[in-house]
């Protein structure tokens, strides 16, 4: 909790993000040029850069938004995509992702973003900053376009953990609450679990558990428990959160990532197909670019690790500016609330025995 | 084995498919078309139809080319979407659903198409037509659109079972592999197993199990195991049969269906958005058509049910005519190329015990 001699060009009146330069695919330029990019649109920023010093100094001069409002910590070493987590975890000490989470983990910050290695931040942040008391598994919220009035959903776990008892499911639903609310103001958030359907003969043991835990829970924590839901509701307006493990969480967003490219891809082929269509690609040129924004993966890339003494934002490893500063805006919001501190008083006020589990409809707790 | 007295008008000469004509959202009249669509491209495709006599037969007659290939089987009862499928089981013997799988279980056709409810339909086809020798679960195989030459991939299982153990998935990919290749001419599928990623940390430990079980199989059942794959690959060109568990196939599918109907309905949006944008909609009407066709789910939706004796072809609950028919040109193609005994015969040929499961690299093996 010490303030660094630099730290108050960063944190003077400002909410102070805690920045991993390296270890995108796109390199440190990338990152300065995305937090370049919210300083410009948010003056209440403050960053610490992490990285190797001779190369983020000259790039942050060159932005002049950045002049007053960033510091820049020396770390030689950078935790590359093929690097084993394993091996990150007894060998990363002088990293930028190692040195970005010591800032949240000394109170300079209290939201680090990274666009490195994702299971090696992930192991990382676990080891450094340590589960919230009473939590078991940490959880990676992540971003969904959605016909909802905010434009998408939450899903979690997005691939943290690749099991999840009922038990889990239930904190999950508690962080993903939190998170929606103080995220993106979504006052009262529906909360829905992942099933294959709502038939009797469907469903695994665990999830007919975790309704239970969740219904029990939904009036102390105010959310709204809309109960099971399938896998077209990710994109749908049912919910805005939605409960799952992380094997099944990551393999529902991959896939409907790999559908949305296919689309896109084949749009473009239609649009070049003759003459007339290419015309018509140009008259409807800002109309595609307004789609393409709305179910742009780099607006919604947040993915954020839950569960943790801090939060950690992790974009894309293939971010660019506007991708960075997407995830910075997040981190600042998620800042600015004071989540990490809520989301801790919300998991530690949790009913948990089952026993006491009912539905919904019992009035009778609280 | 016995041929009915009115076969031979849908025999006569040709492959005959079974068509429970009840019980899809869209109701008879829709099939009949669906199959009329079917019967004026290809000569060789004759139909038992199951159903209310004094509803088909009106609808039968009103179209030619149905004229000489069709016979209608009588069956007073309906399952509808909302029956529980154990009280189906239970109640069903007078229903077209039961009906259409009798002809298949009793030899007249060997291939089963039907719109109705998944769940009823499932059971009563293991219920009736009864595993394969050697097989544990019965599996879905669903059509993706993909960057494939052959325009999709092939997810099993899609939802019959939620759970699948190492064997289960080792057999699966048999399945998959003569699925692909008798229903699509994919002569040497490249068969993938669904997973998070392949770094060491992650998966589960079926999954490492099911990996060494495909892997000892991929010769003798003459396929390509490319390993390990991720949700991406689902519309991706790395394979043409991806492998998993019901659970995670269902979730990922309807994940990948909703985000291509909410891609769809944005567009719409889009191309409304100004009188240049509708303009451009207009000159762009082929091109989008033909995207459309591309990735239309009434294409490729084509569910069907391996592992039986005997196929049953499940249709979308809310398939159109052009859905109905791309069903039955499934259906045909199956039941020309004598797709359930070969695929019989490859899963009583595989190698199961899991002691003498190798790398692929081991030549060994046959």
Not at 180 to 209: C, Q, Y
Not at 306 to 321: E, I, M, P, R
């Amino acid at each position: 909790m010490t303030a660094h001699p630099d730290h108050n060009k960063a944190g003077a009146g400002r909410t102070v993000i805690s920045v991993d330069a390296m270890g995108g695919d796109m390199g440190p330029a990338t990152v300065v040029a995305g937090i370049a990019k919210s300083a410009r649109k948010n003056p209440r920023i403050g960053f610490i850069l992490h990285g190797r010093k001779a190369e983020l100094e000259p790039l942050v001069a060159k932005r002049k938004y950045l002049s007053d409002c960033v510091v820049i910590r020396d770390a030689p070493d950078v935790v590359s995509m093929e690097d084993k987590p394993s091996h990150v975890i007894r060998h990363g000490k002088d990293t930028s992702m190692w040195s970005a989470l010591e800032s949240v983990r000394n109170g300079e910050a209290t939201v680090c973003v990274s666009c490195g290695n994702t299971g090696a931040l992930m192991m990382m942040s676990t080891l450094r900053l340590r589960r919230l008391p009473g939590i078991y598994r940490p959880a990676i919220a992540v971003m969904w376009p959605s016909r909802n009035p905010q434009g998408f959903n939450v899903l979690l776990d997005g691939g943290a953990d690749i099991r999840a008892d009922a038990k889990d499911l239930m904190q999950y639903a508690l962080m993903g609450t939190s998170y929606a609310r103080n995220g993106f103001g979504v006052v009262r958030p529906r909360i829905g679990l992942l099933n294959v359907g709502t038939e009797e003969h469907k469903g695994r043991s665990e999830l007919k558990e975790a309704y239970d835990l969740i219904s029990a829970n939904a009036r102390t924590a105010d959310f709204d428990f809309v109960g099971f839901v399938e896998g077209r509701d990710l994109p749908g307006d049912t919910c805005d959160v939605i409960i799952t493990d992380g094997f099944t969480g990551n393999v529902a967003l991959k896939t409907g990532e790999g559908t949305a490219t296919l689309i896109a891809e084949l749009l473009r082929e239609a649009f070049k197909y003759s003459p007339l269509s290419r015309l018509a690609s140009l008259l409807a040129y800002t109309s595609l670019q307004r789609l393409k924004k709305r179910i742009d993966p780099r607006q919604v890339n947040g993915g954020v690790f839950l569960g943790l003494n801090g939060t950690v934002v992790k974009s894309h490893g293939a971010a660019d500016a506007t991708g960075v500063s997407a995830a910075v805006r997040l981190a600042f919001q998620l800042a600015e609330t004071g989540f990490s501190e809520k989301l801790a008083a919300r998991v530690a006020s949790a009913s948990l025995p089952t026993q006491d589990a009912d539905t919904e409809e019992d009035g009778g707790k609280i």
